[in-house]
């Protein structure tokens, strides 16, 4: 059974800081992908990044890294330069394409509780 | 605007009346699905949808019904609702590639359930 674990229920950060969000997973699909989404206490879901199992870099978009390492199956979100406006509720998830017979089901983790502060 | 709709947004309703909860995308995905969100459980599956007239449960389907007579739309509909189906909901959509970025879900708004 795959699983996701994010093991920080929450942190805190300094204005302007980079923060790494740890999440690590547990799956035995050779094909995957994982997701990071935002939830701010607005409640919607924001997709942040994507990395393939399969891609040989590391996922960027902005201030969204994602510190892929395959061998360790952690998949660590880090944002660069943190703005107050990233305080929020962050999900790691995964998709296994085999195991899911075609569908796309996410597995989310529990999530972790950013606070950004002055 | 690609979106994905949900209505009600805020639900409050009483034990055993029935009721539904929509879910519209405007974006063609084949995928639809839904979610509740509980605290320190993360989201969970209740249902999905590859395609019109193509349903299947998810983790956690007892207490649901979905059905899927359009492409766009996969309403969520609890028959007898219970307090333990208090919760966050969201419907999400997703075009049904062989893999990557296509295949990211994007979420409705949520809606807010509160079973007395």
């Known amino acids: 059974a795959q699983k996701i674990t994010q093991t920080q229920p929450g942190m805190f950060v300094q204005e302007k800081e980079a923060v790494t969000l740890d999440c690590t997973y547990d799956?035995?699909?050779?094909?995957?992908?994982l997701f990071w989404y935002k939830q701010p206490s607005s409640g919607e879901m924001i997709f942040l990044i994507y990395?393939?199992?399969?891609?040989?870099q590391n996922a960027t978009e902005g201030r969204y890294s994602l510190n892929f390492q395959k061998a360790r199956k952690s998949a660590n979100l880090v944002i660069s330069a943190s703005q107050l406006g990233d305080s929020a509720m962050y999900f790691c998830?995964?998709?296994?394409?085999?195991?899911?017979?075609?569908?796309?089901?996410?597995?989310f983790g529990t999530g972790t509780q950013l606070k950004v502060e002055l | 605007e690609a979106q994905v709709t949900q209505n009600p947004r805020y639900l409050i309703t009483v034990t055993g009346k029935k009721l539904t909860v929509t879910c519209s995308q405007n974006?063609?995905?084949?995928?639809m699905s839904w979610y509740r969100q509980d605290p320190g459980l993360g989201l969970r599956q209740i249902y999905y949808?590859?395609?019109?007239?193509?349903?299947d449960k998810g983790d956690v389907p007892e207490g649901y019904k979905v059905s899927r007579k359009e492409k766009r739309n996969f309403p969520l509909i609890l028959e007898s609702p219970s307090p333990n189906q208090t919760s966050l909901y969201f419907c999400?959509?997703?075009?049904?590639?062989?893999?990557?970025?296509?295949?990211?879900?994007?979420f409705g708004p949520g809606t807010r359930l509160t079973v007395l």
């Open positions: 990395q393939g199992s399969y891609d040989q």
């Open positions: 998830a995964m998709r296994d394409w085999e195991l899911t017979g075609g569908g796309n089901k996410l597995t």
């Open positions: 949808s590859m395609n019109v007239e193509v349903t």
């Open positions: 799956t035995s699909d050779p094909s995957y992908g």
């Open positions: 999400a959509s997703s075009s049904y590639g062989e893999g990557g970025g296509t295949d990211t879900q994007y």
């Open positions: 974006m063609n995905h084949e995928y």
